[in-house]
């Protein structure tokens, strides 16, 4: 795949059209080496994590999660985007009342190894 895009290719290459119904957004999932739907329980915790070989894009699909990315912390709203640049902790919590979504587009090539775990509540390394 080579280099990892940045979040501004990202979004650039993001594209939305109107329709009678409604609209939809197209991402660039030919950049992406996977995608996946990751859903958290309510109190669930991944692990702070941060990964060497990849970025990663998320589109937040429910209400009640919190996200840790850096030093920054706040409660996404449904339809928000972020970018997680490689190299930068990130952690995702339940805190609504039910399981909530987030699709994830993984930005270079990696693996589910390429996971730096720096704190975990389930004791994995």
């Given amino acids: 795949m080579g280099k ?3 979040g501004e290719q990202v979004r650039q ?3 939305e ?3 009678p119904w409604g609209k939809f957004r197209s ?3 030919r ?3 996977s995608l996946k739907i990751i859903t958290v329980n309510p109190g669930g915790l991944l692990s702070l994590q941060y990964h060497r070989h990849r970025s990663e894009y998320w589109i937040i699909l429910d209400a009640g999660l919190e996200i840790t990315l850096g030093s920054k912390t706040w409660q996404p709203q449904p339809g928000e985007e972020i970018f997680i640049p490689a190299g930068t902790p990130h952690r995702l ?3 609504g009342p039910g399981p ?3 699709m994830e587009l993984w930005l270079g090539d990696s693996g589910e190894d390429d996971i730096v775990r720096l704190d975990d509540i389930y004791g994995r390394d």
């Fill in 17 to 19: 059209e109107e329709r």
């Fill in 31 to 33: 950049l992406a080496s």
């Fill in 13 to 15: 290459l993001i594209q």
């Fill in 100 to 102: 909530a979504r987030v």
């Fill in 27 to 29: 991402y660039p999932h």
């Fill in 4 to 6: 990892i895009p940045d």
């Fill in 93 to 95: 919590r339940g805190l």
